[in-house]
């Protein structure tokens, strides 16, 4: 998933006997369009290997990329592509379709910011939103929507007459489009994107290739719908020879794929609020969900409704990885949570857990850019969560609420009547520190907080229990941790 635009040179625009003529064309040139070229196409025609286009808001005939390499189109917000061109392609059945943007015997063709609406032109026999034939490229950051046929239709289609062509998609909406990916002997890589209310398919593999269509929302948190094997699906349905799980149990808002090398820092703040630092190499993702994607949050944690995913699907060349997920003031006043005691916290398919505490993660409360602070925790082989672990794992910004309120230690807020007491706080700490940094130890607190509560209910009513429970119990504990502790 390369997102590497080389920029050389700038346009330059050459006055001469009173007429504005081009600059001669110069590899890795920004091409602007309406402001240079009148239409996308023509910015097309004149680009060269390593050429980024940038397109600005507006509406757009369809375009055409035939036998280009490296060239990134980049639509800036408003741009839309709304009109087809007639192509015959004859692979297998079909012949004649209508496209929006067709990329022929390319490689390395990327697709970004740019809405396709096929409202105007279905209804013909065959109708693709985008394809790539014989073609290898990238789609992300764009909607695709409305695109139905007569006899087919398909959001975004990838065929081929020779070889397997090759294409990512991540970070898009493929919606309302009679089949959202069809797939005829391709090999795709879909990730973290919306793929919902197509109403054939959501992805449709027609024989042969690899289709990875993991780690995507298909409009319900209980997966796409396959005949055999997710019967119980009411998302999107999905045709054999389609890997679709892990699926995500949230609407992704908001999505940006990276590739770094050599180290360096993914800025995904506009898309997340988020930095991932990465010491070495990686392809890194990060997305943003619209609500909670995993289960509930340690009962006495506050969310900040901040939830975002870090992919990172081959590991091997970093060593470390640092997440940093910014806040602003009115949102630690709203949720009600002191700054100091933010927490990154990360889901690890069972329970949120605290990453790695003290060392690996903290908040740092000073303001930066345009926020008030950032949560962070560096993932390395021995951290929790893991290098190995960034496979589509979700993270969220948590903190202890300002006002007090029974929370983790239940039985021992009972025992001394109060919250506030020094013992509590000695719990506390070795609940954060050592029992929700390992899997073993967050399923016990999970197991403690659906039986305790009645348990001290009971023991609040009864002085006598409440001085037993106190001494011979809670007191005795928090002796041994204090001793481990010193010593």
């Not at 110069?26 to 309406?34: D, E, F, H, N, S």
């Not at 630092?277 to 009962?299: H, I, L, S």
Request: glycine content about 10%; aromatic content about 10%; overall charge negative.
């Amino acid at each position: 998933m390369k997102k590497i635009f080389s920029i050389l040179f700038a346009l330059v625009l050459v006055v001469s006997l009173g007429l504005a003529t081009a600059a001669p064309v110069l590899a890795g040139t920004i091409r602007y369009v309406p402001s240079v070229y009148p239409t996308i196409q023509a910015a097309i025609n004149a680009s060269a290997s390593g050429d980024t286009i940038i397109v600005a808001a507006g509406e757009y005939d369809a375009f055409q990329v035939i036998k280009k390499n490296d060239i990134s189109i980049i639509g800036t917000d408003g741009v839309t592509i709304t009109t087809a061109n007639l192509h015959r392609i004859e692979v297998g059945p079909i012949e004649d379709v209508w496209v929006m943007a067709a990329v022929y015997d390319s490689e390395n063709i990327n697709i970004e910011g740019i809405d396709f609406d096929g409202t105007e032109v279905s209804g013909g026999n065959v109708v693709f939103g985008i394809l790539y034939l014989d073609s290898t490229g990238r789609i992300a950051d764009l909607t695709m929507e409305n695109v139905i046929g007569t006899e087919s239709g398909a959001g975004v289609a990838i065929l081929h007459h020779v070889g397997l062509p090759t294409v990512e998609i991540t970070g898009s909406t493929i919606s309302n489009n009679k089949i959202g990916i069809f797939c005829g002997n391709s090999i795709l890589e879909a990730h973290f994107n919306n793929i919902v209310g197509n109403t054939d398919f959501g992805v449709l593999n027609d024989g042969g290739g690899t289709v990875d269509a993991t780690h995507n929302w298909w409009g319900d948190a209980s997966g796409p719908f396959h005949k055999s094997l997710n019967p119980g699906g009411r998302g999107d349905e999905v045709s054999d020879n389609v890997d679709f799980e892990p699926w995500l149990e949230a609407e992704v808002v908001a999505a940006k794929t990276e590739t770094v090398t050599g180290g360096g820092t993914v800025d995904a703040r506009e898309e997340a609020d988020t930095e991932v630092e990465v010491t070495g190499n990686a392809m890194v993702t990060v997305a943003r969900y619209d609500e909670n994607p995993g289960g509930d949050a340690p009962t006495d944690f506050n969310a900040l409704d901040k939830y975002i995913d870090v992919y990172i699907p081959y590991t091997t060349e970093a060593t470390a990885i640092e997440i940093r997920l910014y806040y602003t003031d009115a949102e630690v006043e709203a949720a009600g949570i002191d700054e100091d005691s933010l927490h990154l916290l990360w889901w690890n398919g069972t329970l949120w857990v605290q990453c790695s505490p003290d060392t690996a993660s903290g908040v740092n409360t000073n303001s930066i850019y345009d926020y008030s602070g950032y949560m962070w925790a560096i993932i390395t082989e021995d951290t929790t969560p893991s290098l190995d672990d960034l496979q589509g794992d979700e993270f969220g910004g948590y903190g202890h609420p300002t006002t007090p309120g029974g929370g983790f230690c239940f039985i021992a807020t009972a025992a001394y009547g109060t919250d506030t007491a020094k013992e509590i706080d000695t719990l506390r700490k070795f609940r954060d520190e050592v029992l929700l940094s390992n899997s073993l130890g967050a399923e016990f607190v999970s197991l403690y907080y659906k039986t305790s509560p009645p348990i001290a209910d009971f023991i609040s009513q009864h002085e006598i229990l409440r001085t037993a429970v106190r001494v011979g119990f809670v007191d005795s504990i928090v002796a041994i941790l204090n001793w481990s502790h010193a010593s």
